[in-house]
Every structure is written in structure tokens, then in C-alpha cells.
């Protein structure tokens, strides 16, 4: 169960979820002092909602039987894993070396992290992705959707019609090449509708941020299709004016198994861009992603 589910004050909630208290099995061990000192309230206020977050989380604060462990968890053979896998569906890169690298493009059920100095294409990358998902089914593709959540303000829409019409030639070529001795088929799909398939989200703050991928479970049950969540960048909002170095790690971690749960619940791909930035190690300035955000897998260009 989670926080926004308490029956608090919309201010204490707001605090709560901006402090990394995102469910409230997360309040089960902090004494009132240092929930009022990480929330910035009075103590007797932090102590009001421990004891609504223990009457609604009950059941979650008492130590489960073996039983009942047991009975939440699959066992899952060695085979299966490999042909879950094999069978996995992938979103082309339209980089050929690239999906050669990933084993054939972006895999779903997975998180994927693409790191790069700015300028290198990144968001570009992550345009292109929310088009590639949309390619229909006998064309290779997975005909889906896309969730675009944008923290740094690079998205631009002009440029992603230009993509969405460049996607658009590239099935027309590739029907010609397999129907050499037919007749040309018409593509029938439009730039628009590459457009109106992609969810876009702009995010201004990490608050906002933590508070739209909390919602993202219901929204994606709302809309069946979604098969790639693009987050551009998951840490921007988090590189600045953050002084409790524990607490920036707690929300990353937060977030990033948030969306490792999507990604396996819904079977999408979770792409997260970032920047990079120069670590000192070995005797030598190497590059490395701005900040760790405790996901899948790292790409760095």
C-alpha cells in the first residue's frame, strides 16, 4: 500500500513522496524524530502519521510465515528463464550495430540505461525508440505505444514527425524489396498517427517526477498497448540543489525498482537516458553515468 493512500493532509503526503517514503512499509521502523526531521514538521505531527500509516499497514508490518512467503513466489527453471528470453520481443535501434550489441535491439521486460556527453544524440535516440515501437507487427515491429516523460525540455515534436516520416520510407522500401515481382503497397499510416501514440509527459521538478512514475502503473493499465517507457533524463532534477546524499539515493533506488516492476509486469521496455560525467580511477579520468540510479543495464556512448 502506498503513502497517497493515507488519509493525511495533502501537504504531509506531498512530503512524504518528495522525502522517498513512497509505500508505507517504508514507515514500519523510523521513529517520529527522524521523520519529522526529514519531512521538516513538528514531532508530535510526524507521530500523527506513523499511527494512521500502522492502522492502514497492519498487515504489512507483521513478519509473514514461511507459508505465506512461499505461496507469493514462482519457481522458475533454468530453461524457461533462456526461453522467455529467446522469445522476448525487441524494439530496433534503426542502428544496425547497435542492435547487434543489445542481441538484437531494446529487450522488453528489462531496464535499460543509455548514458552520453550532451550532444551525442541521446535524446534522438530516445525519439527514435517511440517511433520503432510503433512499427506494425508484419513489418517487424511491435505496433505499440509510447510513454515519453521529458525532465529536461528536449523533446521536439517537429522532429519527431520528421522521424515518424522517415520510419514511414523505410517499410515502404523494405515492402518493395520483399514484393519485388508484386505490386507496390501503399504503407497505410501517417505521420500523425506515429504522433498520437506517443504519451508525453514534461516533467519540472524531481517531485513531479517521482509523482508521474507513481502513477504510471495505473496509466499504462488504462492503455493496454504502451510498450516502451522513455524517461529523458532520469536523473536531471536530482544533480542540483540535493544536499542529503542519502536521501537522492533512496528516491533513484525507489524509482528505478518501480519501473524494473513495470517492465516485467507489462512486459515493456523501461529506457532511461542520463548524462555522463569524469570519475578519477586507476591513475585516469574515465567517463561514467552523472549519478547511479540502481537500474538493469548501462549503455555509455
Excluded at 521538516?40 to 502519521?49: C, D, H, K, P, V
Aim: net charge negative; proline share 2%; with cysteine.
Amino acid at each position: 500500500m502506498e503513502v497517497s493512500s493515507l488519509p493525511i493532509s495533502a501537504s504531509h503526503r506531498a512530503k512524504l513522496i518528495s522525502a522517498g517514503y513512497i509505500s508505507i512499509s517504508s514507515l514500519s521502523s523510523i521513529s517520529p524524530a527522524h521523520l519529522a526531521r526529514d519531512l521538516g514538521i513538528s514531532e508530535n505531527e510526524a507521530t500523527g502519521i506513523l499511527k494512521v500509516a500502522s492502522q492502514r499497514g497492519g498487515p504489512e508490518r507483521t513478519i509473514p510465515s514461511h507459508h505465506s512467503i512461499v505461496d507469493g513466489l514462482r519457481a522458475q527453471t533454468a530453461w524457461d528463464m533462456l526461453h522467455e528470453e529467446e522469445s522476448c520481443r525487441r524494439i530496433t535501434t534503426s542502428c544496425a550495430d547497435l542492435d547487434d550489441i543489445l542481441g538484437g535491439g531494446i529487450s522488453c521486460k528489462e531496464v535499460t540505461e543509455i548514458g552520453g556527453v550532451p550532444g551525442i544524440g541521446k535524446t534522438q535516440l530516445g525519439i527514435q525508440l517511440a517511433i520503432n515501437v510503433q512499427i506494425p507487427l508484419e513489418y517487424g515491429g511491435l505496433a505499440g505505444k509510447a510513454v515519453y516523460i521529458d525532465t529536461e525540455g528536449s523533446f521536439m515534436v517537429e522532429r519527431v514527425q520528421q522521424v515518424a516520416e522517415a520510419c514511414i520510407k523505410d517499410m515502404q522500401e523494405y515492402d518493395s524489396f520483399l514484393r519485388k515481382d508484386l505490386p507496390a503497397r501503399q504503407v497505410n499510416l501517417q505521420a500523425n498517427d506515429f504522433l498520437a501514440n506517443i504519451y508525453y509527459f514534461r516533467i519540472c521538478s524531481y517531485t513531479e517526477q517521482i509523482a508521474v512514475i507513481n502513477y504510471l502503473e495505473k496509466f499504462i493499465s488504462e492503455h493496454k498497448d504502451i510498450k516502451v517507457v522513455i524517461v529523458d533524463s532520469i536523473t536531471f532534477h536530482f544533480r542540483q540543489d540535493f544536499d542529503d546524499m542519502a536521501l537522492r539515493t533512496r528516491l533513484l533506488g525507489g524509482m528505478a525498482l518501480k519501473l524494473m516492476k513495470l517492465a516485467k509486469k507489462f512486459t515493456l521496455a523501461v529506457i532511461l537516458l542520463n548524462q555522463v560525467t569524469t570519475k578519477y580511477s586507476g591513475g585516469s579520468f574515465q567517463l561514467t553515468l552523472a549519478l547511479d540510479s540502481g537500474h538493469q543495464g548501462h549503455i555509455l556512448f
